[in-house]
């Protein structure tokens, strides 16, 4: 017989992915340059030229068994040595590439850290409103994740509601910022203040707290935003990243693990996820594509197009009477709905054909998250329509 | 506390790697060209010259967003037609693209299989000798993987020993015909029985028993061989494929899994492997080398090399005494050692430079793998070192 696990998965659908097929569906009645289409974090803006540039040369130059051949199971030892680098010029680290293993994007980097420092039935903490996706993620690791309730003042760390939740059983607290789907960038006070109860609450139940820091937004900071490298604030770090965003490279599956040099078994922790991805068929990124991001490894895409689009977007909906912390960074924003259920709300906005995404499994009900990675001259030509339904619904 | 589970499967290290590493340590004191290094089973051939023109073609015709997009989490639908339709010509079947998963290769593919088909504690059977990894592929799933003893005659199966331990706990039996490591395909007479045995089985049990097809070197086939299509046999099949060894792109990582139209829930088990590609960081093979794998989809490497080889080793064992059966297909052959323990004759083998791997691993002592897929010129220049090392050590 199948699965009874994942044959019972197929029932609960991604609420991101049902919007995101009825705008598609939508499209094809109206024009989907007509639908607004808010829904998918699927980024807009190209890929640097200079990563074109680059395949091209090593698909012309280098033999194929030097392009194509398997990749050591950590990774080509080049490609993350270029990222350490890269890291500590800009970060003031001391990786090598010892501490480098290189995934198949976040998701990847996060399937491998979990099982790095859990044993099944462990607690690992996220704060509201987080990534939905998080909870296949870790569910199934065989860890257990626990959110912890937003704080919808300035969407910081409720350290409240946190510090009861941090129990015995917490092996790691898994965060996200620049934050999908608050935009908001946690600040060196919150940082540094996870730090000390960590460190406070490591002692007191005398083992590691990790934390896992997904950080696929981390270059798209909007202005005054300060660029904080969580994994200085806490040895015990395992940052997570893609190149997804950055480099807009969302389909070609690459991105790293980096354990802190200072780390409790640092020098373990990379080879063990060697042997994790044995068991998951992971077995290292395309050799190709880790071949060709080493080479633009401190570029990024232009993405002053995300900035340009919150600002259009922030100013209309606090003109339109939004309670809305603005974006430091990502390309979200994530609003307060004009009722309290956001998904009435977003019910009542498709008869716009605004796609909105309700802040529900986001883990934070009444919000609702738009996604502006699209181009800056239809966000231009949604600001009307979002004008139209808030009036119209809200008689404001 | 970092998980204990993947920490103590770092003192296990492969005996293959191990291997490869002495070969290319020896390569820096006496130049790699003089060892005779059969460790490995990493292609020798090109890519076919088209796949590096499509890949051309692809970056500089088509735009980013086209190329760096999110693949669907199942895989591109017209990348998953296209091979559906490349199996239905080539071995009479009626796949559709819902029939096919994109996996990151046989790894990814017998990974998301085995979840589907087990639930934890369920046993798979397969068949010695076997590929070293089908442990940590198996284990890490919660399922407990149980290794039939070999029949040594002709490498088919032993169905003496498989029906013994085909007991009710069985839920799938995972099987690799063209075989890593004996190089044996499994004749139509072997595979009709083993069907038969297993519908027998699924009536006794009143549960199915479901067939893993690890097949990465179905297209690797020697004069004479049958090109046995194993889910034409039996319904409950799911074909695991990479295109590692067709193509010659091992460190791509792109392959699928093709479960047979009258499997029991075929229509579910494609969309199952989505849900279990959520828990183990999966999510697809990249975009770009499925676009450009789709567009190759039916042609392979120029692997008449493997068996120009494969005649050039066989014909020195025969000579010089060994027992071994002749590979039908891949770049494997597997002989029996001239003592019976396998490692000491392998260890005696490094004297003259002579890099094979014991059995031992596989499932089956007393025999040695010499994987080919090496220059032709460099198993010429072996022969000698071969007959050396036999006259020497065992006086023949």
Do not use: W
Request: with cysteine.
């Amino acid at each position: 017989m199948v699965s009874e696990k994942y044959k019972s998965m197929l029932a609960g659908k991604s609420v991101i992915r049902e919007l995101s097929e009825f705008a598609a569906e939508r499209g094809k009645e109206i024009d989907y340059e007509n639908v607004f289409d808010y829904s998918l974090g699927n980024p807009s803006v190209p890929v640097p030229k200079e990563f074109t540039q680059t395949m091209m040369n090593l698909l012309s130059s280098k033999s194929p068994a030097e392009l194509h051949g398997y990749s050591p199971s950590l990774g080509i030892p080049s490609v993350r040595k270029k990222i350490a680098q890269s890291l500590n010029r800009r970060f003031d680290m001391n990786y090598t590439e010892n501490h480098i293993f290189m995934t198949t994007g976040a998701a990847g980097a996060i399937a491998h850290a979990v099982r790095s420092v859990t044993e099944p039935g462990d607690e690992v903490l996220t704060f509201a409103p987080f990534f939905p996706e998080y909870h296949p993620y870790i569910d199934l690791t065989g860890a257990v994740l626990k959110v912890v309730p937003p704080n919808t003042e300035d969407f910081q760390i409720n350290f409240t509601l946190f510090e009861e939740m941090l129990s015995e059983k917490v092996a790691a607290v898994l965060i996200n910022s620049p934050n999908n789907p608050s935009g908001v960038v946690y600040s060196a006070v919150t940082i540094q203040k996870l730090a000390d109860l960590l460190h406070k609450k490591e002692k007191e139940y005398g083992h590691e707290i990790f934390i896992i820091s997904d950080e696929p937004y981390r270059e798209i900071l909007f202005e005054g935003a300060d660029p904080i490298y969580v994994s200085n604030y806490y040895d015990n770090t395992l940052s997570c990243y893609s190149y997804s965003k950055s480099l807009s490279l969302p389909g070609e599956r690459i991105g790293y693990i980096a354990v802190n040099p200072a780390c409790v078994d640092s020098d373990l922790i990379v080879s063990m996820c060697g042997q994790i991805s044995r068991g998951i068929g992971h077995n290292c990124p395309p050799s190709l594509i880790q071949l060709a991001v080493a080479e633009v490894v401190d570029l990024t895409a232009d993405m002053s197009v995300y900035e340009a689009n919150m600002n259009l977007l922030y100013d209309k909906l606090i003109e339109l009477g939004f309670t809305c912390k603005k974006p430091d960074g990502t390309f979200y924003i994530f609003p307060k709905a004009l009722e309290e259920d956001a998904n009435l709300f977003c019910k009542k906005a498709l008869k716009y054909d605004l796609i909105l995404v309700p802040g529900d499994s986001f883990g934070c009900p009444g919000y609702f998250r738009m996604a502006y990675c699209i181009d800056t001259e239809k966000v231009k030509r949604s600001l009307p329509a979002l004008e139209k339904f808030v009036m119209t619904e809200y008689g404001k």
